[in-house]
């Protein structure tokens, strides 16, 4: 007798063996060459199988970018960790991510576009950024040192974080004489002075 959990766990693979497949033909061919069709083909799959998992392809995008992005910090993750404050732990994250986005800029704007209609949609859950929960650690153990105010939730501080990195990394797609290394420097400032501010 199969688990109740062996189904969620096949839909799971299944749907990582289809963002890295899509992430393997965005690379080979570019992003807005790349159909659909060509995934579901490449993948081995029905078109309807791709569509359950991913509805457009900016969501096959957006985890394949997640996964991408995960796998080249995660390196990084260990030399974070060894810095002692929120600040100096977050300012490493954003100057790699910067410099990522940098390298990886033409999925930026259909990634961007993507994660804020999927909140005008209020889709949770497939696109939310794994760095998430990674900026929702640091942030409560910041917190149980008493390092910035405690009267928020460290998720709804990670959530806010993470818009205020989308808004920077569009700024920085309208303006090519912006670097994203200064604009998310400057989200960071502004996150800290309000994660520290009294909450009385």
Known sequence: MSTPSHPPRKRERTRDHLGTVAWALFEQFGY???????????????????????????????????????????????KVMARRSLQTRLAGILDASAQWWE??????????????????DGQQGQSDSDMLAVYASLIEQ????????????????????????????????????????????????????AAMASGR
Do not use: C
């Open 103 to 120: 390298a990886h800029r033409d999925y930026a704007a259909p990634y961007i576009r993507y994660r804020f209609q999927a909140l005008g």
């Open 142 to 193: 910041a917190q149980a040192k008493g390092e910035i105010r405690d009267d928020i939730a460290p998720p709804l501080l990670a959530s806010h974080l993470h818009f205020l990195y989308l808004g920077a990394v569009l700024r920085w797609l309208e303006n090519n004489r912006l670097s994203l290394r200064h604009e998310l420097a400057q989200v960071l400032a502004f996150f800290m002075a």
């Open 32 to 78: 807005e060459a790349v159909t659909m069709e060509q995934i579901a083909a490449e993948a081995g799959v029905a078109r309807g199988t791709l569509y359950n998992h991913f509805p457009v392809k900016e969501a096959a995008l957006a985890l394949a970018l997640h996964e991408q992005l995960a796998s080249d910090l995660s390196p990084l993750m260990h």
